[in-house]
Structure formats: C-alpha cells, structure tokens
C-alpha cells in the first residue's frame, strides 16, 4: 500500500462519515490519523455533541471487531478485562472474556468510574494485553480505544489520572456546531425518532483488516528526517522550560507526536513528513500532557493559547 492508496482510503471513511456526521471535520480527520498510528483518542465534550455517536459512526466504517462500556461507578474492572471462572462441570476454572477483548472499544463517560476501574484499561492502551491470574493475555493487534467524557459534570466524576490520559494519543474538543450546521442537524435528525444509529444511514466499512495492516506499516515507513526530529524534541522540551507550566510533556508524547505526524502525511498522501505536521497536531498530543501552573491558571491562560505560542516561538526547519 502506497501513500495514494491511504489518502484514497481516508477519503474514503470521510465520505461514508459525513453520511451521519455534519461537520466536525478536524475531529474525523484526527479519528484517522490515530486509526493509521495505532493511537487512542479521548473526546471531551458537553453532552448532545454527538461523541458517542461519532465513535459508533467511526467504527461503522471498519471491518473490526466493535465493544463499548458504559462507564459507571459502581463499574469493576473484572467487567472490562474478564475474569476466570470456576465451571463445576469441568472442575476447572474457564476464562470469561470481558468487553476489552475486541478491536475498537468505546469507553463511553470514562470519567463516571473509579480510578481503580480506570486503571484496568493502562495495560491494555499501553501493552495491548491484559493480565488475569497472573497469565498474559493479548488483545487485537488493532486494539483501539475511543473514550468520551463530559467537562461540565461536576458530581459523580473521577477525573483521569496523569498516567491515564497520557495513553491517549489525543484529547480532541468536541465543541457545538455553528449556526448553519447546527440547523442542518435539526433538520436531519429533527425528523427521526428515538435513539440514532449508523445502520440508518447505510454506513459501509471501508477497510479490512489486512488493508488496515498495510496502512499502519507503510505509515511506519514515512520519512521524518533528522532536522524534523529534533524540531520535535525541542518543542516538547520547551512544556518543561517554560513557566506557565507546572509539568511539561514527557518523551512518551515526543514519540506519539512523531507518529501522529507519519500519519497525517500519509492521509495527505506525502511519504515525508513536514513541520507543519507537527505544528498541526501539537495542541492534540500536548493539551493532555501538561499542568498549568498556579500563575497560569489564575490568569486564566488555557493550555491550547500557550501551546500555541511555544509552537510559534520554536524555530522549525526550513
């Protein structure tokens, strides 16, 4: 598989999501970027924005395996990894799979459980496998996580530890439409009743299984020269340099943010990646990875402003 077939293919899974998604383009094309780099993506926003449905759409497009949890509090993580089970017919003990053993899994308000629920899910986003009994299992070599929590709640909430969030490749807004796509939703969905879901509107997958493995090793193989690299590293060092900062990224998102940006110039069809990559997807891999310091937050400065400024004050590569 070529750059051409891959930007094909994205153009492709855009073209069948705008079937029942109107406009939050930049969250779909972020959706595809972590799809080709085996990245996890967290979407956060106010309820009634579609996340939920967005992710359900988003799998609709795949010949993969589809999971979802609802996260709740009283949640265990037994009911997400499994759990081994005593047959008495057998006078053995049977391993009951849970919900994570599936190729795209949609951790619906992943902010409602405990951090000890929560925590089930770090081996899997990290490793790809879950251990139960002290035995190994492994996941799908696809295993995906699309986890949506709600910003505004503020009872009932656990909000995700530093070591959680920084398994996600992004945490992407998903803000409300404007005016005009706003009444186009209403005209569209105003009609329908009851809960929406993707078989109503002819949702088709457009990617096997082993076209999504080509995808991923050909975007392994796009070029990112030495001068992008270090342009890299020197904007993630700079989260830790500065003094709106608490805590900067670490080189876990340095790494995440160099494959993000092999992905998006593979959907853009290029086999070399560019520092614009980078510019564009820095506020996604960082937003998640940094704490504003006491100063910062008191000046209400946003995480997404200072990024912004870093990126224009670090020198890029000509």
Same mark, same amino acid.
């Given at each position: ?32 970027i ?44 037994g ?5 081994n ?31 000890k ?22 996941l ?9 929590q ?11 530890p ?12 998903v ?41 991923? #090793? %050909? ?5 990112? !020269?030495?001068?992008? =690299? /270090?342009?890299? @590293?020197?904007?993630?060092? +700079?989260? $830790?340099e ?9 080189p ?42 006491? #100063? %910062? ?5 946003? !995480?997404e402003?200072? =990024? /912004?400024?870093? @990126?224009?004050?670090?020198? +890029?590569? $000509?």
């Amino acid at each position: 598989m070529n750059m051409a077939d891959i930007n094909a293919l994205g153009d492709r899974i855009r073209a069948e999501m705008a079937k029942a998604i109107i406009g939050q383009d930049e969250i779909v094309d972020h959706l595809l970027i972590a799809l080709f780099s085996s990245g996890h993506v967290l979407l956060e926003g106010p309820p009634g924005t579609a996340k939920t449905f967005m992710a359900q759409c988003f799998a609709a497009c795949l010949s993969l395996d589809f999971g979802r949890i609802q996260f709740t509090p009283d949640l265990m993580p037994g009911d997400i990894i499994g759990s081994n089970l005593f047959n008495f017919q057998t006078s053995q003990f049977t391993l009951t799979r849970g919900a994570i053993f599936t190729d795209l899994l949609l951790a619906d308000e992943i902010n409602r459980t405990p951090p000890k629920t929560q925590a089930a899910l770090l081996e899997a986003m990290q490793e790809r496998s879950v251990t139960l009994d002290g035995t190994r299992h492994a996941l799908s070599p696809h295993f995906m996580v699309v986890a949506t929590q709600n910003p505004i709640e503020q009872q009932g909430v656990y909000p995700l530890p530093e070591a959680q969030l920084d398994r996600f490749l992004f945490k992407l807004l998903v803000g409300y439409p404007d005016a005009a796509e706003e009444a186009r939703i209403v005209a569209e969905y105003g009609r329908r009743s009851g809960m929406q879901r993707p078989q109503a509107f002819d949702i088709q997958p457009q990617v096997t299984s082993d076209e999504l493995t080509a995808a991923r #090793a %050909a975007v392994a193989d796009v070029k990112l !020269v030495d001068e992008v =690299v /270090a342009y890299i @590293v020197r904007l993630v060092r +700079a989260t $830790r340099e500065t003094a709106d900062f608490e805590s900067g990224a670490s080189p876990r998102a340095a790494i995440m943010l160099a494959n993000a940006a092999r992905a998006r110039a593979a959907l853009l069809g290029r086999d070399y990646v560019i520092p614009d990559d980078v510019k564009q997807l820095a506020a996604s891999v960082l937003r998640h990875r940094t704490l504003l310091s006491p #100063a %910062a937050e008191i000046e209400g400065r946003r !995480v997404e402003t200072i =990024v /912004a400024d870093l @990126v224009e004050r670090t020198e +890029a590569p $000509r």
